[in-house]
C-alpha cells in the first residue's frame, strides 16, 4: 500500500455532542455510496434526520463529488458536523468517484491502495481502496473503504478485492472492511451483458473473508441499492462484537446505508 499524497485531512476533531463512557466501547460504523451528490447540506440532513446515521463515529463514503481546488462534498459536511475527514479523488479528471472516510475521533496513518483495474468496455473506472487507523478512545481501530467494480463476475470481484482482504488479514487488533461492493446474482457476459441466475457474488466475497476471520452481520438479502432491490454494500468485521445492524434510508441516494454498532 503507498502512502496517500493527495489527501485534505484537516485537523481531528472529536464531537462535543456525546460523552465519553469509560465502561462504554462501543462503536458506530456507517457504509454510504453518495450518489455524486453535489450538495453537502443534503448529506447532514440525511444524517442529523435519521438517529442511527446521527449518532455514527465512522462514515465510509463512496462516490464522493469534489470540484478542482476545492473541498470535496464529504470534506464539507464533515466540517458541519465537526468530524475529522480523509478524502481522495478518484484521479486527476474524475470528479465524482471519490472516497472518503469521515470520523467522530482523530484519523491517522491514511492510505490508498490501487485495485486491480476490470475492462468494462465502457465506463471502466479506477478502483482503489482507502485505509485509515481511527484514534478511538478505546485503542486504535483499523479500517479500509472500498468501491468495487460493478459489470464484474465472482472471480474478478475476488481479485479486486482481495489484496485488501489479505493486508487487513495482517494487522493486530480491531478491524473493518466496508463500502459499496457491488455484488449481485449476475453473470456478466463480456463484462456487458447481464444474464440472470448466476452465482450469487456475495457468498464468494462472504467465504473469502471468513478465512481471514472476519464476518458480516448482513444476511443476503438486505436492499441497499434501491432501484433494484440488490445488496451492494457490505460491512465486516475482525476483532468486534457486533451489537446491532440496520440498514437506513437515504433520501439523496440511489442506496440505502448500512449501519453497524459493535464493541471493541
Request: glycine share 6%; charged share 20%.
Amino acid at each position: 500500500m503507498l502512502p496517500l499524497t493527495e489527501l485534505f485531512v484537516p485537523a481531528a476533531l472529536t464531537s462535543a455532542n456525546r460523552p465519553l463512557l469509560a465502561v462504554d466501547r462501543s462503536f458506530t460504523t456507517v457504509s454510504l455510496n453518495t450518489a455524486r451528490v453535489s450538495d453537502p447540506n443534503e448529506i447532514v440532513e440525511a444524517i442529523q434526520n435519521a438517529p442511527r446515521l446521527r449518532e455514527a463515529d465512522l462514515y465510509l463514503f463512496q462516490e464522493v463529488r469534489h470540484k478542482k481546488r476545492r473541498l470535496s462534498v464529504a470534506e464539507e459536511a464533515a466540517s458541519t458536523l465537526g468530524y475529522a475527514t480523509a478524502f481522495a479523488p478518484a484521479a486527476a479528471d474524475i470528479y465524482d468517484q471519490g472516497l472518503a472516510i469521515v470520523s467522530r475521533y482523530p484519523l491517522g496513518d491514511v492510505q490508498i491502495k490501487n485495485l486491480k483495474p476490470c475492462d468494462l468496455r465502457f465506463r471502466s473506472r479506477n478502483r482503489f481502496a482507502m485505509a485509515a487507523t481511527v484514534r478511538t478512545p478505546w485503542g486504535d481501530l483499523r479500517v479500509w473503504n472500498v468501491h468495487l467494480d460493478t459489470r464484474i463476475n465472482p472471480g474478478e470481484r475476488l481479485d479486486q478485492l482481495q489484496p485488501v482482504i489479505d493486508e487487513a488479514a495482517r494487522h493486530a487488533g480491531p478491524r473493518l472492511i466496508g463500502g459499496d461492493f457491488n455484488t449481485n446474482d449476475l453473470y456478466w457476459l463480456g463484462n456487458v451483458l447481464p444474464l440472470p441466475f448466476g452465482p450469487a457474488h456475495g457468498t464468494a466475497i462472504r467465504e473469502a473473508m471468513k478465512k481471514q476471520g472476519f464476518e458480516t452481520p448482513f444476511s443476503a438479502g438486505e436492499a441497499t441499492f434501491k432501484p433494484l432491490r440488490r445488496q451492494l454494500d457490505w460491512i465486516y468485521l475482525n476483532g468486534l462484537k457486533s451489537v446491532a445492524a440496520s440498514v437506513e434510508p437515504a433520501p439523496f441516494s440511489d442506496h440505502n446505508a448500512i449501519s453497524v454498532h459493535a464493541r471493541l
